[in-house]
């Protein structure tokens, strides 16, 4: 089970790098992944630095009783962000005597699994498998179809064999394209409404593309608890009646989910999208299963 660090208090600054994000506290640097945290005790630090002419890549490396121990490195574009969160965690750390004994900074660690809430068997955290799965097994048995309309001979039933499973495809794929965005939709309001925490977010400016008929697209910030700054946009108009401050729901375990009330109106586009794509899905279905039965018979008698 999911537990917040030992010390009750934000992060005394935080650094995000790629898919983790660095938060130091009064003790320890705690390294925030998707599905980990890894807790690195000041005592488990040997030394911090800033390597390379960008200083864009923070290096910590951990203590070692023999060689060199374990580095752990984190880049992030803004090298002002490195350098300070450096410079932080390089002063937090204990005075140690040059050939004093070392431990092995790995054995100090600890890491805790961040666990999913009971919306986990929605959807799988990438996508849906199942429409992954759909695509993969008609690809795979195209050359099957290909062969059984060769051994129906060059007449019409071969080639409306073959034709049918291209116009199956030609159905199949942008459905459970569409279906997956759906999909991905409805998981994604699922988990906020399990297990969402509700900020403020802040207009921070509005982008009018170079057409006139294009939509605006009005840029909000929210700060999650571990005291890191998120982007939220939303497209053609703000979120609220004064336009600089809304509401946002966001997951906890992952922030970069989140959802405004004035976001409500985008849904029964995705609804449509649904619509559409399971009705392209029927309509592949129905080709793509009578002919792969049709070309398995084929061959189960030919062999």
């Not at 752990?72 to 350098?83: C, E, F, M, P, S």
């Not at 998981?187 to 977010?201: D, I, N, P, S």
Request: net charge neutral.
């Amino acid at each position: 089970m999911f537990e917040e660090p030992e010390t009750a208090e934000l992060p005394r600054t935080a650094l995000p790098a790629g898919g983790t994000t660095a938060l130091l506290y009064d003790t320890a640097v705690v390294l925030v992944r998707k599905r980990t945290r890894r807790r690195v005790p000041f005592e488990a630090i040997e030394r911090v630095g800033v390597p390379g002419p960008d200083g864009r890549t923070l290096r910590i490396e951990l203590t070692s009783p023999h060689a060199a121990g374990e580095v752990i490195t984190l880049r992030n574009d803004d090298a002002a962000a490195v350098g300070g969160f450096a410079a932080a965690l390089a002063s937090s750390l204990p005075p140690r005597t040059p050939h004093g004994a070392r431990q092995d900074g790995r054995r100090l660690t600890s890491v805790e699994r961040i666990g999913l809430a009971p919306a986990r068997e929605l959807q799988a955290a990438g996508g849906s498998p199942t429409l992954r799965i759909l695509a993969v097994l008609y690809v795979l048995a195209l050359p099957v179809v290909f062969l059984a309309s060769e051994d129906l001979g060059r007449s019409t039933a071969s080639f409306n064999a073959l034709g049918d499973w291209l116009r199956a495809g030609v159905f199949l794929l942008p459905g459970a394209a569409l279906a997956r965005v759906t999909a991905s939709t409805a998981r994604t309001a699922c988990l906020l409404r399990l297990r969402g925490v509700t900020t403020t977010g802040t207009l921070t400016g509005v982008h009018q593309g170079d057409d006139a008929d294009e939509p605006a697209v009005y840029h909000y910030t929210f700060t999650d608890r571990e005291g890191t700054d998120h982007p939220h946009e939303s497209h053609a108009w703000p979120l609220s009646a004064d336009g600089r401050t809304t509401p946002i729901r966001y997951d906890s375990r992952a922030p970069e989910r989140s959802y405004a009330p004035g976001d409500r109106m985008g849904f029964p586009a995705h609804a449509a999208l649904g619509a559409i794509g399971l009705a392209l899905l029927w309509l592949g279905l129905d080709l793509a299963v009578p002919t792969a039965l049709e070309a398995v018979r084929v061959l189960r008698e030919d062999w």
